[in-house]
């Protein structure tokens, strides 16, 4: 996918920025994500994926800004109306060490004990993980694969799927943690 339909698929023109970008995506992955989407939204789940990658590799993570060459698409099909402008929910940035595995296999892994995993996006390193009751609050964690240093980073995000407060970021991480496999 090119810059310019992966701009269309997210609702946003060449002058997003990252939060604009990042935003955007967790607001339409959170209505067509498959396990809380009907069948014909849910499809939509896997574009919303693939924009976002696109835009992520295009801006190296969100520090470059999109070059001139993204120009909006003119594909009817990537025109969407722009999206309000959503803000970002405080993070939590942890390293993590799990020996000789797959960081983002050890991810999905260990958040399987959490909740429903999916997607997963290994290329552009991003695990999903929608929490559900008894334990939590129907919410979201949004887990982001980074390096740092040569160490791995995950940035976790997380957001309520309902009217109630979504669970300690704190405690869901911690959770996490518990459950990563161990090489």
Known sequence: MDVAR????LGLDTTASWDDIRGAYRRL?????????????AARATDIT???ATLERATAGGRDP???????STDPRSQRPR????SSVPAKTVTLDVGGLDVVDALAQGAAALGRVGPVDRESGIVIVTLGPPRWTPSQLLAEV???GGRA??????????????PSIEAVVSELARNLPRA
């Open 6 to 9: 992966a701009l269309g698929v």
């Open 29 to 41: 992955i959170r209505t067509h994500h498959p396990d809380v989407a009907d069948v014909t939204r």
């Open 50 to 52: 693939e924009a976002y």
């Open 66 to 72: 999109l070059g001139p060459s993204a120009r909006p």
């Open 83 to 86: 999206s309000a402008r959503v």
């Open 146 to 148: 980074g390096s740092t």
């Open 153 to 166: 980073t995950v940035e976790f995000t997380l957001e309520s799927l309902g009217r109630d407060a979504a």
